[in-house]
């Protein structure tokens, strides 16, 4: 019985000294980093340039609707005066009448 117990014993010693042993962790390799941020920006890179280039088509497509707001207004202010004109030319005939 004490060899048993002396094994159980000597066992969870040798267990316990394996358990403690030091695991070695990998640091990345900075030629792996080097290529990892190049990565990254390159798509930083392709984001900023899709964000640049929806701006401008989003300019394009304001200014455009601006210059056909601004023909419109005018087509408008050019009907409202050619109204004017006519309801002053009737006021006009109906006076020498």
Not at 1 to 7: E, G, H, R, V
Not at 22 to 40: G, L, V
Request: glycine fraction near 2%; charged fraction near 40%.
């Amino acid at each position: 019985m004490k060899t048993l117990i002396a094994t159980l014993i000597a066992g969870l010693f040798a267990t316990s000294a394996f358990a403690q042993t030091a695991t070695t962790t990998t640091a990345p390799a900075p030629k792996a980093e080097a290529k990892a941020a190049k990565a990254d920006a390159k798509a930083e890179e392709k984001a900023t340039k899709a964000t640049a280039e929806a701006k401008e088509e989003t300019a394009k497509a304001d200014a455009k609707a601006e210059k056909k707001a601004a023909k419109e207004a005018k087509k408008a202010d050019k009907k409202v005066a050619e109204a004017k004109k006519e309801a002053a030319e009737e006021k006009a005939e109906a006076a020498k009448k």
